[in-house]
């Protein structure tokens, strides 16, 4: 589980220092508030607030050093984070709409859509960081952030997992990745794998030029323009560091203090209070209108990324 200290296997980090649990996930600080007993899936976390790590999930998702090249060299401008913000958000929110309440003709249709862009992602020959879009390890480390961003974020609002449902929660989450190139058989096959799995992927990762100067901006914001910034770049900038585990902040060099994770803590604690007297349906909403968005875009036959 999350915040487990225990070193799984022999695992190191770059410096030669043993990775743990602890090191690679986020802390979280309750036991689970039982509203239900039943099997929990991702379709549970579609809160607003499960998006609140995004800007820090992307952040990991880059350290891994393929990604990072990958998405730095890119030249598909179309949908680059620094140039087209709005869209870029639109559509990896859409994706993970489509991979987790998609019928299997709009997975396929959303697939295509990916993939047209990811042909033109591969690196050129002589590169220094070899990397293929459709790699399917670098997509299982992107499924495997994610995966890890949406059970972060429930866990901040609902309280620490029991095994039982932590399990359910994450063998509905394969999704992320089989929605793209990765194999049912190539997402670990219990919670435990995956942590083990988890533990020596993050000892793989590493951020260095260009990609620290990207995630830096990414970090910053520096993506939107300076009113919206000026509003809410402080808010952004804490939620995004406080959903990076520490292992992600060293190498990140951001700064994260006691206090800082009190207060993150107490946001949360806030959150989860407020979200009990919110329907539903009102903070399902918006992902809720991403699917009518595609299921108009598909009919009209405009593209979807």
């Known amino acids: 589980m999350s915040g487990s200290s225990s070193p799984v296997g022999d695992v190191g980090s770059s410096d030669g220092a043993p990775l743990t649990l602890e090191c690679t996930r986020i802390t979280i600080p309750a036991t689970h508030r039982r509203y239900t ?19 820090a999930n992307v952040a990991m998702q880059m350290m891994s050093p393929g990604v ?6 890119s030249t598909v401008d179309s ?8 869209k870029r958000a639109r559509t990896t929110t859409q994706y993970l709409a489509v991979a987790i309440l998609g019928t299997e003709q709009e997975k396929e249709a959303y697939r295509e859509a990916v993939n047209v ?7 050129r020959p002589g590169a220094a ?62 919670r435990a794998e995956f942590d083990e799995y988890w533990v020596r992927a993050c000892a793989e990762a590493r951020l260095d030029e260009p990609v620290a100067a990207y995630v830096d901006d990414l970090l910053n914001l520096r ?17 995004t560091a406080g959903f990076l585990a520490p292992y992600f902040r060293e190498q990140m060099q951001v700064e994260w203090s006691a206090a800082d994770q009190r207060r993150f803590d107490n946001l949360f604690a806030f959150v989860a209070l407020v979200n009990r007297f919110i329907p539903r349906f009102l903070r399902f909403g918006p992902t809720r209108s991403l699917m009518v968005d595609l299921r108009l875009r598909m009919s009209a036959g405009k593209p979807l990324v």
């Open 223 to 239: 993506m939107i323009n300076l009113p919206m910034r000026i509003v809410f770049g402080g808010l952004l900038k804490f939620l």
């Open 117 to 123: 862009a990811h042909r033109q992602v591969k690196s």
């Open 79 to 86: 949908g680059a984070l620094m140039k087209r913000p709005w």
């Open 37 to 55: 007993s039943r099997d929990l899936a991702v379709t549970d976390a579609l809160d607003l607030w499960g998006f609140a790590g995004a800007a």
């Open 68 to 73: 990072g090249h990958g998405v730095v060299e």
């Open 129 to 190: 960081v070899k990397y293929n879009a459709f790699d399917r390890n670098l997509q299982l480390w992107v499924a495997s952030c994610l995966f890890v961003g949406f059970e972060d974020t429930y866990q901040m609002l609902n309280g620490r997992l029991p095994d039982n449902q932590a399990e359910s929660f994450y063998q509905s989450c394969a999704t992320l990745g089989t929605t793209l190139q990765v194999p049912r058989d190539m997402w670990p096959a219990t």
